[in-house]
């Protein structure tokens, strides 16, 4: 029997019109492959079948059958490839997908952690901002006081200075009260009488030099 | 101590520190009646500065005339430290040798000195009683 491969021009007939049914069977490739001009086609398809019954003998049914069946199983083979790379791909594309969800959720987690460091930085500024505040407002206080202590400071030197006059006035005064009395004119006198004295001696000493 | 007699000793101490001030002054001038009596009015103006140690001293004001005085009375105990380092070497000193005699002039010149401040301190400030 015939055994049409995947492709027409494989023919394992020896017969007297292999030539014509090679060149039926080439061009019907070429029209199959260029996938065009369907009509064109199925004439040459039942050229070649009506040349193949014709050359074998065997009823252009039966020849159909066959090649409806090489072409099932051609077919079939190529659609079993496309569902086996499907099959492939689907996994592949799930892998991908679920490594895309994966990559979504730590980006999504990211995403919150980026956004919770914002938040605690931005709270860590804004308490940064107020203790610059509160020191500044230190700072401000610190300088009054620092005002203040200076007019203080003034007024305690004043105010000692002040003291210190009223010590020496008080002292003074009580000088002058003490004057007044018996024993300050006899102190005073036995000074001057001493004094006197010293004089004489002084001058006793210099002149027998 | 009886304050009286502390004035007293304090007295008779400081009238030793102006015959020694006589002394050295006129040793400085040389000899003559005119030095003589400079010498002494001269001992005797020192004498009153250092008596009157505790109100210059004390007085807080800072106008010139205080502070000027302040200033002559620190020369003034220089001069009398000097004076009485003389006065005491050869008057009192005298027979006394080498750095033994110098020892005690200084010992002596330091008390004579201290005595009007401290004749000062008892005349004028209240709180040494």
């Known amino acids: 029997m015939i055994k049409l491969a995947v492709s027409f021009p494989i023919l394992e007939y ?5 030539a014509d049914i090679n060149k039926l069977a080439t061009s019907l490739t070429t029209l199959m492959r260029k996938k065009i001009n369907r009509f064109k086609m199925k004439k040459r398809l039942d050229s070649l079948i009506s040349l193949i019954s014709k050359e074998t003998k065997t009823d252009k049914s039966i020849i159909y059958h066959f090649i409806i069946t090489d072409l099932k199983g051609i077919y079939q083979d190529k659609i079993d490839i496309h569902k086996t790379k499907l099959k492939t791909l689907k996994n592949e594309f799930e892998q991908l997908n679920s490594l895309e ?28 901002e107020s203790k610059k505040n509160e020191l500044t407002n230190i700072n401000e206080k610190l300088k009054e006081i620092s005002q203040k202590l200076s007019e203080v400071k003034k007024e305690n030197e004043l105010a000692e200075k002040d003291y210190k006059k009223k010590e020496y006035d008080f002292m003074m005064s009580k000088h002058k009260s003490q004057k007044k009395t018996s024993k300050y004119k006899f102190n005073s006198l036995f000074l001057i009488a001493c004094t006197i004295i010293g004089i004489i001696i002084v001058l006793i000493i210099i002149l027998n030099k | ?18 015959v020694t001030t006589v002394y050295g002054t006129y040793t400085i001038f040389g000899e003559g009646t ?20 505790i109100p210059i001293i004390k007085n807080p004001s800072e106008e010139l005339i205080p ?3 302040k200033v002559l009375w620190f020369l003034a105990i220089l001069y009398d430290l000097f004076t009485s380092f003389t006065g005491n070497m050869d008057l009192i000193l005298g027979n006394a040798t080498g750095t033994q005699k110098v020892v005690l002039a200084i010992g002596l010149t330091l008390f004579v000195c201290s005595a009007p401040i401290g004749l000062s301190k008892l005349f004028f400030d209240p709180d040494s009683e």
């Open chain 2, 67 to 69: 502070v000027g005085t």
């Open chain 2, 34 to 53: 005119i030095q003589l009596v400079v010498s002494i009015g001269f001992a005797l103006l020192l004498a009153g500065f250092l008596i009157r140690t």
């Open chain 1, 101 to 128: 969800k994966k990559y979504a959720n730590e980006i999504t987690q990211l995403v919150n952690d980026n956004e919770k460091i914002r938040n605690e930085s931005n709270r860590k500024l804004n308490e940064i």
């Open chain 1, 14 to 18: 020896k017969g007297s019109n292999v």
């Open chain 2, 1 to 18: 101590m009886n304050r009286s007699l502390l004035i007293i000793l304090l007295g008779v101490v400081t009238i030793w520190d102006t």
